[in-house]
């Protein structure tokens, strides 16, 4: 969303920098960045409220105080005789009708109207289309226009089964499938509600007579259909994220103005159609709950305060604004207080983890526990995919349209994270995975499986350096111990596969339901405590990598060397590993590839003080007979 930074700051009492009003958008949690006077908002789906100049506004108020409101139309309006019927006020409790007459189309805009179209790079369309565009800049509130002549019989608002070709007011034809909202006209969709109106009834150059539709739909009645249909529409991204019920209104008398402004109106009417009163959401306010979430001492006054510069009504029980249906609970108020003191403005405090406790009770804790404990890694991955097969069941609204069906296995997840390790040249991986897959056959089946991957070598010390992650690895972990081969393992091939790697790969899937009980009854299912005794935070400066070739002449000493290495121990070194070894058949001698890896919790490294660091390290081992680094 593009808003003017002049257009932004005219709502505010006070008139603060591009600099500061930037600050403080960051602080509420708006990011943005700032192309000249104009700021190019990224907001977060929760924020509906703020998807306009009038929101944003609300919610710096908090800083920079509140001046006058929008201008608006302050006579009464005459009563619209309109025949309309509601016939689904769940997914529209409220909606309102504005019939506005004109003598003459105004031939130029005023500069607050001419502006907007610079700002936003929307083009012109029409009169009345292009100030129904601009009050959805001001006031986030979406309306339509509908050609009043083109309204003449029953007016219909309808949730209905939909199977038919639908022209936009763009010109594009689209096929409207399932349910569908909709305004009707002897029959006919006139419009896609909350998305798009229809060419039939559309407002054109010409149009002096309109009749304007503005309606609160449920988000949820809304949500996926532009994305379904592929229409681009500001009406349906502000109405999936939440519009204010109580704005109808004041959104109308603003529309009434604006035309006002710019033509001469003949005659002005106004009908509204309240199916259901959208009462106010109350919160028992719990400081207590509130201080804890946040770790603050906040006294009851302040928490008050920082809430009603928010808009909300703290006289009884705390009100939530109408705009605000992103508020539900004690959590959501302290997120609100939050982000007036500003996160970076509560005291941090050290993270008190003396013991953690865990149930290993269930059958995915004791799997879980059992693999990690053997060096797995565990994958958590999207169920969508974009495999189709003959079981899969299609989704008809995807987040992704290229992942529009959910998997019937884990294996195609797992083979991509198996190779998303093996590019950034990991060789030894094992991975696992614990999910739900979907199936539909005579019925749709939900079922929880366990998937394991693995590849490349055992492991990184000397005595797994050449051992494969194999067949033999995997039934010596599996069935020996526990129960007789009801695990089974499938080799991958590689071929097909966008990998240079040579490694076999073996895969196991299995239900958890097909494991028995004698499996689990076998692993250690003791409550354990992990005590964790000192906390490091993350360094913020860069690693540095340094490998070493070391030549050994007697295979008796190799075991020597592998300890003295691994006994290093030195506040930059944050970790040495085993990467390599060979063993020259002809000669005997024995390469070793050794891995160190610096980094320093206060600063960048030199050259020389990771060359000093090395010297240290590596000279009592170079003192042993038989052994050397090649150019050392």
Not at 480 to 497: A, Q
Request: charged share 30%.
């Amino acid at each position: 969303m593009k808003l003017a930074y002049k257009d932004l700051i005219n709502l505010l009492q006070e008139k603060p920098s591009k600099e500061l009003l930037s600050e403080k958008l960051f602080q509420l949690g708006h990011e943005h960045e700032i192309h000249g006077d104009i700021f190019d908002m990224e907001l977060t789906p929760n924020r509906g409220d703020c998807l306009s100049i009038w929101g944003l506004a609300r919610d710096l108020n908090v800083f920079f105080g509140k001046s006058e409101a929008f201008d608006v139309y302050k006579d009464k309006f005459d009563i619209l005789d309109i025949d309309f019927e509601n016939q689904s006020p769940s997914d529209c409790p409220q909606i309102s009708f504005l019939e506005i007459e004109i003598e003459e189309i105004p031939n130029n805009y005023k500069p607050y109207l001419e502006s907007y179209f610079s700002i936003t790079g929307n083009n012109k369309t029409n009169f009345f289309t292009d100030i129904s565009n601009y009050i959805s800049y001001e006031l986030g509130q979406p309306t339509h226009c509908f050609e009043r002549e083109s309204i003449q019989s029953k007016l219909i608002f309808e949730n209905k089964e939909c199977n038919n070709i639908f022209k936009t007011l763009l010109g594009s034809e689209i096929t409207l499938k399932d349910h569908n909202c909709v305004f009707t006209l002897n029959g006919e969709i006139i419009s896609l509600a909350g998305i798009m109106g229809g060419a039939s009834t559309a407002c054109t150059n010409k149009t002096k007579k309109v009749l304007v539709e503005c309606a609160f739909f449920n988000p949820e009645s809304i949500i996926g259909k532009s994305i379904k249909y592929n229409l681009i529409s500001d009406a349906a991204h502000k109405f999936e994220r939440g519009v204010d019920v109580a704005s109808q209104e004041i959104v109308l008398r603003r529309f009434t103005k604006v035309v006002q402004d710019h033509a001469t109106i003949k005659s002005i009417k106004f009908k509204p159609f309240v199916e259901g009163i959208q009462k106010n959401h109350q919160i028992p306010l719990d400081i207590k709950k509130i201080n804890k979430i946040l770790g603050t001492s906040l006294e009851d006054s302040e928490c008050l305060g920082y809430l009603k510069s928010l808009g909300f009504d703290v006289s009884n029980e705390i009100q939530v604004p109408s705009y605000r249906s992103d508020i539900k609970t004690n959590n959501d108020l302290a997120e609100e207080i939050a982000r007036v003191i500003g996160y970076n403005n509560i005291k941090s405090k050290p993270i008190n983890l003396k013991k953690i406790f865990y149930n290993n009770d269930s059958k995915v804790s004791k799997l879980e526990s059992f693999f990690v404990q053997n060096g797995f890694s565990e994958v958590i991955s999207f169920p969508f995919t974009s495999k189709k097969e003959k079981e899969s069941i299609n989704i008809d609204n995807p987040l992704d349209s290229n992942r529009d069906n959910l998997r019937i296995s884990l294996k195609d997840s797992l083979i991509e994270s198996l190779l998303y390790n093996e590019r950034r040249q990991k060789d030894s991986i094992k991975l696992f995975e614990i999910s739900d897959i979907y199936k539909n056959n005579t019925e749709i089946k939900q079922q929880k499986k366990l998937g394991l991957i693995t590849s490349g070598r055992l492991g990184n010390n000397y005595n797994d350096f050449s051992k494969k992650l194999d067949f033999e690895y995997l039934n010596e972990l599996l069935n020996k111990d526990y129960t007789k081969h009801i695990f089974e393992i499938i080799e991958i091939p590689r071929s097909g596969l966008d990998t240079k790697r040579k490694d076999k790969i073996y895969y196991i899937e299995i239900s958890l339901e097909d494991i028995p009980a004698s499996f689990f009854q076998k692993l250690d299912t003791q409550e354990k405590a992990i005590n964790f005794i000192t906390y490091k935070p993350i360094s913020e400066y860069p690693l540095s990598t340094r490998d070493f070739s070391f030549l050994i002449e007697d295979s008796k000493i190799v075991n020597k060397v592998l300890e003295m290495l691994e006994e290093i121990s030195d506040e930059i070194i944050k970790n040495s590993f085993l990467f390599d070894y060979y063993r020259d058949e002809k000669t005997q001698i024995i390469k070793l590839g050794y891995r160190f890896i610096f980094q320093s919790q206060s600063k960048t490294l030199s050259d020389s003080e990771i060359k000093n660091i090395v010297h240290k390290i590596l000279k009592p081992i170079l003192e042993i007979d038989g052994v050397s680094i090649p150019g050392m």
